[in-house]
């Protein structure tokens, strides 16, 4: 059974960084694409970053060159580094893989 659990999540300042977990078991993340999506209160939830079985990676506009995708394959996890957090990334954020979504880390980014 796979399990994706996030973790990482709180309140940060505007301009601040925060490093999301997706911990997996069930699978070993190095063979599959992995995903970070996020859903805002009120709205469609949508990608933010992937990452490739090979390691390439991808970034949505919103977090091309803010957001950094990585894994750790001795961890079995995937992180999201995130930097100059906006108030507009205020979100659930979520790790996928395939049909398989954790539960989410809430992000609340304000002053």
């Known amino acids: 059974q796979v399990q994706l659990v996030e973790s990482g999540g709180g309140l940060v300042q505007p301009g601040g960084s925060l490093t999301l977990s997706c911990a997996a078991s069930?699978?070993?993340?190095?063979?599959?694409?992995m995903d970070w999506y996020r859903q805002a209160p009120g709205k469609q939830r949508e990608l933010v970053a992937s990452i490739s079985a090979i390691g390439n990676s991808f970034y949505t506009r919103s977090a091309k060159g803010r957001f950094t995708i990585s894994r750790d394959d001795a961890k079995n996890t995937v992180y999201l580094q995130m930097n100059s957090l906006k108030p507009e990334d205020t979100a659930v954020y979520y790790c996928?893989?395939?049909?398989?979504w954790g539960k989410g880390t809430l992000v609340t980014v304000s002053s």
């Open positions: 069930g699978i070993s993340v190095r063979l599959f694409a």
């Open positions: 996928k893989r395939g049909p398989d």
